[in-house]
């Protein structure tokens, strides 16, 4: 359940910029998830929900939004949907890919007042 620790995190950078801010509640938190990072959106919410209880995100909404996976050819650079099915470019059927997003798990944006 490494959800927690890494929700903590998300929880701390987003009251320390708050607090920069000079703000005396954050109201709205969004975060990016990729389709192919190992983090589950019901585990982050829960955690999110629990973890903010007494501090300034305390009521605040959780807004997630999900990056489609996507894989990238080395040999002609073309981007295309990541399948699991078939595994070559289909431009060129090279099997030389690389993951071009779906790996993505960063705080977007925080809204205060
Ligand atoms: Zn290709």
């Not at 320390?16 to 990016?32: F, G, M, P």
């Not at 959106?41 to 909404?61: I, P, R």
């Amino acid at each position: 359940m490494h959800e927690l620790a890494v929700t903590q995190s998300l929880l701390d950078l987003a009251v320390k910029h708050a607090k920069e801010a000079n703000s005396q509640r954050i109201t709205d938190l969004y975060l990016v998830i990729g389709e192919l990072s190992s983090f589950v959106d019901d585990a982050v919410q829960f955690y999110w929900d629990f973890l903010v209880q007494g501090t300034l995100a305390e009521g605040s909404k959780l807004h997630i939004r999900r990056i489609v996976a996507e894989l990238q050819c080395l040999n002609c650079e073309s981007r295309f949907p990541f399948n699991m099915e078939a595994f070559a470019c289909p431009e060129c059927e090279s099997t030389r890919l690389k993951v071009a997003a779906g790996e993505e798990f960063f705080l977007e944006a925080i809204e205060v007042e």
